[in-house]
T-cell receptor
Framework: QKEVEQNSGPLSVPEGAIASLNCTYS??????FFWYRQYSGKSPELIMSIYSNGDKEDGRFTAQLNKASQYVSLLIRDSQPSDSATYLC???????????FGTGTQLKVEL | SAVISQKPSRDICQRGTSLTIQCQVDSQVTMMFWYRQQPGQSLTLIATANQGSEATYESGFVIDKFPISRPNLTFSTLTVSNMSPEDSSIYLC??????????FGPGTRLTVL
């Protein structure tokens, strides 16, 4: 089992819809979780971090964490074409600050 | 968040040569990391650059191939040695801000012919 798993997509949603991106992880001891956005040809940009079970909202983005089920998700409300990118889930592993990344989910927001 | 720069932004190199990539951050940071992102793939950690001591390499990466320097708390270099076409990737440095949040530099796109 991979340490961090994501569906590679592409996930296509119409403009204005809610995009739901999911990530599962294997290390039950993980305490922090990160979502990065990566536009084609660019470096990853941190958009959300979450540490506690439940929801964390930041503008149009909501991160959801369920430690018992070992999954973390990212919801993007009112999706815009500018949200089209690859979304990477990252989890610290090995007990330190090293991040393990999922393979990323490509999101396409269509007009 | 920290402002991170990398040089060069891209390069095309001949096989058998070496390239040194620089990473500069605008504030002192405790930890710096080097990642590789191969075409169409996610990020893989190469090593943690430790200030004042040898870098800590991940499984599959060795110092002879990827020597790293970290002379101070704002600067690090990664050298890709004796390059082959399989080394064609984007190389990214990141810094640790706070206790667990990493921010990435703009990356160096390397093509080896």
């Amino acid at each position: 089992q991979k340490e961090v798993e994501q569906n590679s997509g592409p996930l296509s949603v119409p403009e204005g819809a809610i995009a739901s991106l999911n990530c599962t992880y294997s290390d039950r001891g993980s305490q922090s979780f990160f979502w990065y956005r990566q536009y084609s040809g660019k470096s990853p940009e941190l958009i959300m971090s979450i540490y506690s079970n439940g929801d964390k909202e930041d503008g149009r983005f909501t991160a959801q964490l369920n430690k018992a089920s070992q999954y973390v998700s990212l919801l993007i409300r009112d999706s815009q074409p500018s949200d089209s990118a690859t979304y990477l889930c990252a989890v610290p592993t090995g007990g330190g600050n090293k991040l393990t990344f999922g393979t990323g989910t490509q999101l396409k927001v269509e007009l | 968040s920290a402002v991170i720069s990398q040089k060069p932004s891209r390069d095309i190199c001949q096989r058998g040569t070496s390239l040194t990539i620089q990473c500069q951050v605008d504030s002192q940071v405790t930890m710096m990391f080097w990642y590789r992102q191969q075409p169409g793939q996610s990020l893989t950690l190469i090593a943690t650059a430790n200030q004042g001591s040898e870098a800590t390499y991940e499984s599959g990466f060795v110092i002879d191939k990827f020597p790293i320097s970290r002379p101070n708390l704002t600067f690090s270099t990664l050298t890709v040695s004796n390059m082959s076409p399989e080394d064609s990737s984007i190389y990214l440095c990141s810094v640790l801000a706070g206790t667990d949040t990493q921010y990435f530099g703009p990356g160096t796109r390397l093509t080896v012919l």
